[in-house]
């Protein structure tokens, strides 16, 4: 019988409200079907076919009794076509349907009957849907349409900007919701530990800052997925955001591109702030894809290079200080073996090579500049088998990732100290003497074995399970070479303008500008390494006042004055010095396996997914011994999902998220092969070692028996609803408590001196019977705690073909407190009591917090080739405390001394923590794009992005040191969004 064709383009959308992260099949989506008859009666044995131009995808299958059909293992792709062909019936095909990974999108078509005069093929149901009513993550799907409308900086890090929770990056690594946005380590903020981030299938976060360790090519990207809550048990992560960036591939048909962009200095508009910044940039890429076997085996392959130069302003001079160049090669190559319809083999490479020549931080001094050499090879190969219900998937993949340093000046470093009461306001050149300190290479590398399988069962009057289970086993390394410079000792010293000062006026005196490496607590240390010294007599005689045989510590401050040079690498008073004894590569490593079951039960109008996470990890010395062993943590993962009326739904979720603890704390208790540290007092005449860090004979750290995981529990509630065929909106709120902190502890102040007041840890918290002799012990922070709540209201409106537009707009509320921003590192808590979590002063708002974020953009696409599309982001401004420089970190303002828990200190200040908050500020970003299509297949595009187009060269970030640092007084911006750009490019594709 003659069949037949009618055809519908009808747009089918569903929300990107949910994510990956794991792997797998996880890079594919689902379509769920139900065809019907005109009357609404199911159509069984109706056969459907999807496919799509862009994806190697294709599914054929038969529907149910029911007139159901589940077709997995789809690429995403927003141009799918649905072939459905049924004897008795008119053949269709829709066009324009939408798959995103990790999601299942259910999809209503009615057929109309052969030979009947309807010329229209309805469509009902969900296939105009924008939410999927069976999920409860949060996050956002980053699809090619919207890269291509929107002003971006064309990386998968500024992407992340798109989700509605993320905060202000210049690093590209962006804190979301309760995710930590501050470190005491410089006083940084705008970046965040928390995330997870895959390219292309490969785990490439960095296994020692937790931050991601990969480039890949902008031009490669298909979809970019990021979740930010609700997350199933297959995911990794949670405390943070996941981010999964899945790439494209070849198909039957041949494409490619080629593209230039390009920025110079007069395009953008003067600086405000720095005058003599300028720079010049551009930005190519080919691409090429295709078939080497049509229908079998196919490839898709780019090169991608990014080259900056800028100039970097001297603040306090307003002199040109150095040009800077940023080089990047970023090289994909990605092979598709389909040797049949339900058997496939991909093997993908992509590397990212990058050197920058110096620092774009306007305070960083030319002598204190240093090189990076980042990036590496990655590779993966994965195998997957498709049956009727079932997807199994192998996979085994490596990162390299490279993060070396080479100093510019490799004389020894200095970090001098001054006194400013008298009025005299020392510049960083005062301060920052010497080279940078050290050259390091370091490569933190990580493999992964991956198998997962993805099983459906339809039980019909029971409703419908997809069952995911997984196991994971990863291996991180970490590779180190680190060298100090010159003479091989790094100085911390003060003016000689402040020579004859005690100890006590260098502990005590709030004026300080400049680096300090001593502290009130080392007093004790000091004292009894002087005993056990070979010239214990001499220090005696010279401290001990009272003629009592012991050294006190009152004897000490007023006793110890620094006022000699001798030695010093730049002439100034000798306090403090680190030298590098010995020194050697090493090699630590920490092994995890993990595993994950999960079931989404969808019954009716209900979904309950329910599933459990385990993980284990292991860390290992330079030695190749273990040191450490973190048995089984299960997280388990719990949602309900009720679908109100096939377009809105209410939601709540309840999980743990696990956060591992990262290769930095096994270099802290596994470096005994490589270097070894003295830490040295100057007195008077000589030095006197009263620390060794590193190698066998004093181990630095070692793991407390007792030590927990972080995790973060959290709770969310939601509801969505269509407002328009293609229009929703979603509100969510937040819950999270983060416990278990990590932190190093001070034996000898904790579980000793300490004994009798209401902050002392015995030795059975940590686990011990006796003291184990080390420096410190890795620990979990008694009393640490981080609470989040969050609001979030998001409104989606998809592009449709008969309207041309998108857009999306979100405000999230954002309350964090806590009293620790500890996460996973050795910081100052478990060291100082007046900083213990449980002291006064320590718990409050979280600096580095934003508490309001706005976000909208859209993209409007006119007949005659125009698009405008446009990002507007706004924030309140960032939290921050009022400060002062302590070992390299920003510390809380201490008061006088005073008792609390029978125990007296110099406890924080009340009200200083995240008292301050830096301006509010926003950014709006302009794209002008025309495309004209020529021949049958080729097209020119042509770009102009306008970046920050107001020209609001508004404040990110302000001074947090009451002291100021030598180039910024208190209070005083010192970050800044820069000024209007404009950035041209074009684009030939087939």
């Known amino acids: 019988m003659l069949k037949l064709k009618k055809t519908l383009t009808a747009l089918s959308v569903a929300a990107a409200i949910a994510a990956s992260s794991s792997s797998y099949a996880q890079d594919t989506g689902t379509l769920r079907i139900q065809v019907t008859d005109t009357q609404g009666n199911p159509v069984p044995n109706a056969t459907v076919s999807v496919s799509a131009p862009d994806t190697l995808a294709k599914r054929t299958a038969e529907t149910d009794d029911d007139g159901y059909v589940r077709l997995g293992g789809l690429q995403p792709s927003r141009d799918y076509q649905v072939e459905i062909v049924e004897e008795g019936y008119?053949?269709?095909?829709?066009?324009?349907?939408?798959?995103?990974?990790?999601?299942?999108?259910?999809?209503?078509?009615?057929?109309?009957?052969?030979?009947?005069?309807?010329?229209?093929?309805?469509?009902?149901?969900?296939?105009?849907?924008?939410?999927?009513?069976?999920?409860?993550?949060?996050?956002?799907?980053?699809?090619?349409?919207?890269?291509?409308?929107?002003?971006?900086?064309?990386?998968?890090?500024?992407?992340?900007?798109?989700?509605?929770?993320?905060?202000?990056?210049?690093?590209?690594?962006?804190?979301?919701?309760?995710?930590?946005?501050?470190?005491?380590?410089?006083?940084?903020?705008?970046?965040?530990?928390?995330?997870?981030?895959?390219?292309?299938?490969?785990?490439?976060?960095?296994?020692?800052?937790?931050?991601?360790?990969?480039?890949?090519?902008?031009?490669?990207?298909?979809?970019?997925?990021?979740?930010?809550?609700?997350?199933p048990a297959e995911y990794a992560g949670g405390q943070g955001l996941v981010t999964r960036v899945i790439t494209k591939s070849g198909g039957n048909e041949w494409s490619g591109s080629v593209?230039?962009?390009?920025?110079?200095?007069?395009?953008?508009?003067?600086?405000?702030?720095?005058?003599?910044?300028?720079?010049?940039?551009?930005?190519?890429?080919?691409?090429?894809?295709?078939?080497?076997?049509?229908?079998?085996?196919?490839?898709?392959?780019?090169?991608?290079?990014?080259?900056?130069?800028?100039?970097?302003?001297?603040?306090?001079?307003?002199?040109?200080?150095?040009?800077?160049?940023?080089?990047?090669?970023?090289?994909?190559?990605?092979?598709?073996?389909?040797?049949?319809?339900?058997?496939?083999?991909?093997?993908?490479?992509?590397?990212?090579?990058?050197?920058?020549?110096?620092?774009?931080?306007?305070?960083?001094?030319?002598?204190?500049?240093?090189?990076?050499?980042?990036?590496?090879?990655?590779?993966?190969?994965?195998?997957?088998?498709?049956?009727?219900?079932?997807?199994?998937?192998?996979?085994?993949?490596?990162?390299?990732?490279?993060?070396?340093?080479?100093?510019?000046?490799?004389?020894?470093?200095?970090?001098?100290?001054?006194?400013?009461?008298?009025?005299?306001?020392?510049?960083?050149?005062?301060?920052?003497?010497?080279?940078?300190?050290?050259n390091s290479t370091n490569f933190r590398n990580k493999d992964q074995y991956q198998a997962t399988l993805e099983y459906f069962l339809d039980t019909y009057d029971m409703g419908s399970h997809e069952i995911k289970a997984g196991f994971v086993y990863t291996v991180n390394e970490n590779l180190q070479d680190s060298r100090y410079t010159g003479e091989g000792a790094q100085y911390t010293s003060i003016g000689n303008r402040n020579s004859g000062s005690s100890i006590g006026d260098y502990l005590d005196a709030d004026d300080w500008v400049g680096q300090r490496d001593l502290s009130a607590d080392d007093l004790s240390r000091l004292i009894s390494n002087m005993a056990s010294s070979d010239d214990a007599a001499l220090y005696t005689s010279r401290y001990d006042t009272n003629n009592d045989g012991t050294i006190s510590e009152d004897e000490l401050r007023s006793g110890v004055i620094f006022d000699s040079t001798e030695g010093n690498p730049t002439g100034d008073v000798n306090v403090y010095r680190s030298q590098e004894v010995q020194t050697a590569p090493i090699e630590m490593e920490t092994k995890g396996k993990t595993v994950f079951l999960q079931d989404t039960w969808t019954i009716a109008q209900w979904t309950v997914n329910a599933g459990i996470r385990a993980e284990t990890w292991e860390h290992f010395s330079s030695k190749g011994d273990k040191i450490a062993e973190f048995d089984w943590e299960v997280a388990p993962r719990f949602s309900v999902v009720y679908d109100i009326d096939g377009s809105s739904k209410v939601w709540g979720f309840v999980g743990r998220y696990y956060d591992p603890i990262r290769t930095n704390m096994t270099d802290f208790a596994g470096n005994l092969t490589g270097p070894v540290l003295h830490?040295?007092?100057?007195?008077?005449?000589?030095?006197?070692?009263?620390?060794?860090?590193?190698?066998?004979?004093?181990?630095?750290?070692?793991?407390?028996?007792?030590?927990?995981?972080?995790?973060?529990?959290?709770?969310?509630?939601?509801?969505?609803?269509?407002?328009?065929?293609?229009?929703?909106?979603?509100?969510?709120?937040?819950?999270?408590?983060?416990?278990?902190?990590?932190?190093?502890?001070?034996?000898?102040?904790?579980?000793?001196?300490?004994?009798?007041?209401?902050?002392?840890?015995?030795?059975?918290?940590?686990?011990?019977?006796?003291?184990?002799?080390?420096?410190?012990?890795?620990?979990?922070?008694?009393?640490?705690?981080?609470?989040?709540?969050?609001?979030?209201?998001?409104?989606?409106?998809?592009?449709?073909?008969?309207?041309?537009?998108?857009?999306?707009?979100?405000?999230?509320?954002?309350?964090?407190?806590?009293?620790?921003?500890?996460?996973?590192?050795?910081?100052?808590?478990?060291?100082?009591?007046?900083?213990?979590?449980?002291?006064?002063?320590?718990?409050?708002?979280?600096?580095?917090?934003?508490?309001?974020?706005?976000?909208?953009?859209?993209?409007?696409?006119?007949?005659?080739?125009?698009?405008?599309?446009?990002?507007?982001?706004?924030?309140?401004?960032t939290i921050y405390s009022k400060t002062r420089a302590l070992y390299g970190r920003h510390a809380p303002l201490s008061d006088e001394p005073y008792e609390v828990g029978g125990h007296t200190d110099t406890w924080v200040q009340e009200g200083v923590i995240g008292s301050q908050e830096s301006p509010a500020y926003g950014t709006l970003d302009l794209r002008v794009k025309?495309?004209?299509?020529?021949?049958?297949?080729?097209?020119?595009?042509?770009?102009?992005?306008?970046?920050?187009?107001?020209?609001?060269?508004?404040?990110?970030?302000?001074?947090?040191?009451?002291?100021?640092?030598?180039?910024y007084e208190f209070g005083e911006a010192v970050e800044w969004v820069k000024p209007r750009q404009f950035y041209l490019g074009a684009r030939l594709s087939f």
Do not use: C
């Open 90 to 231: 008119s053949g269709f095909e829709s066009g324009n349907v939408r798959v995103s990974s990790g999601q299942t999108f259910e999809l209503n078509y009615s057929l109309t009957a052969e030979g009947s005069d309807i010329e229209t093929i309805q469509v009902t149901g969900r296939a105009m849907s924008t939410i999927d009513t069976t999920s409860s993550t949060t996050g956002t799907s980053v699809t090619l349409d919207m890269t291509e409308s929107l002003p971006t900086a064309r990386s998968f890090q500024d992407y992340l900007q798109l989700a509605p929770s993320t905060k202000p990056s210049v690093g590209g690594n962006p804190s979301s919701k309760s995710g930590v946005n501050y470190s005491d380590i410089g006083g940084e903020y705008g970046s965040s530990s928390d995330n997870v981030y895959y390219l292309d299938g490969v785990n490439v976060t960095d296994n020692q800052t937790g931050t991601f360790g990969a480039n890949i090519n902008s031009e490669i990207i298909q979809e970019q997925r990021i979740l930010t809550g609700g997350i």
């Open 259 to 438: 593209n230039y962009y390009f920025q110079n200095d007069s395009l953008v508009a003067d600086n405000e702030n720095l005058s003599q910044n300028s720079f010049d940039t551009f930005d190519t890429a080919v691409t090429l894809g295709g078939p080497i076997i049509e229908d079998e085996l196919w490839f898709f392959g780019s090169y991608q290079l990014k080259d900056r130069e800028e100039d970097v302003t001297d603040p306090v001079t307003d002199t040109q200080l150095r040009t800077i160049k940023d080089e990047q090669d970023l090289g994909f190559f990605k092979l598709t073996w389909q040797p049949t319809g339900n058997d496939r083999f991909v093997a993908s490479w992509f590397n990212d090579p990058q050197e920058i020549s110096g620092s774009d931080d306007p305070r960083t001094l030319n002598n204190r500049d240093v090189a990076e050499e980042n990036g590496g090879d990655n590779y993966k190969v994965e195998y997957s088998r498709y049956w009727d219900n079932l997807i199994l998937t192998l996979q085994v993949s490596s990162h390299e990732g490279e993060a070396s340093r080479v100093a510019a000046d490799n004389s020894t470093r200095n970090d001098v100290a001054y006194r400013t009461a008298d009025g005299f306001e020392p510049t960083n050149a005062d301060t920052d003497k010497g080279g940078y300190g050290v």
């Open 679 to 877: 830490e040295q007092i100057y007195l008077e005449d000589r030095w006197l070692t009263y620390r060794v860090r590193g190698g066998e004979q004093v181990q630095d750290a070692f793991f407390a028996p007792s030590t927990k995981t972080p995790y973060t529990d959290e709770i969310l509630l939601g509801y969505a609803t269509n407002i328009a065929d293609n229009m929703s909106i979603e509100v969510t709120y937040t819950d999270r408590a983060t416990r278990d902190l990590l932190e190093d502890y001070d034996l000898g102040v904790y579980a000793n001196a300490l004994e009798g007041t209401d902050f002392y840890l015995p030795l059975s918290y940590f686990g011990y019977d006796e003291n184990p002799g080390s420096n410190y012990v890795i620990a979990t922070l008694e009393g640490g705690k981080r609470d989040y709540e969050g609001l979030q209201v998001a409104f989606t409106k998809h592009r449709t073909a008969s309207d041309n537009w998108f857009f999306n707009a979100s405000w999230t509320y954002n309350d964090a407190k806590g009293n620790t921003n500890s996460d996973s590192n050795a910081d100052l808590q478990g060291d100082f009591v007046w900083l213990d979590p449980r002291a006064p002063g320590v718990y409050a708002d979280q600096p580095g917090n934003i508490e309001h974020l706005v976000k909208l953009f859209g993209s409007y696409k006119f007949d005659n080739g125009f698009e405008v599309g446009a990002v507007y982001n706004w924030n309140s401004g």
């Open 930 to 967: 025309y495309t004209y299509d020529f021949g049958e297949s080729y097209k020119a595009e042509f770009f102009l992005d306008i970046f920050n187009a107001l020209d609001d060269q508004a404040a990110r970030r302000e001074q947090d040191l009451v002291a100021g640092d030598g180039v």
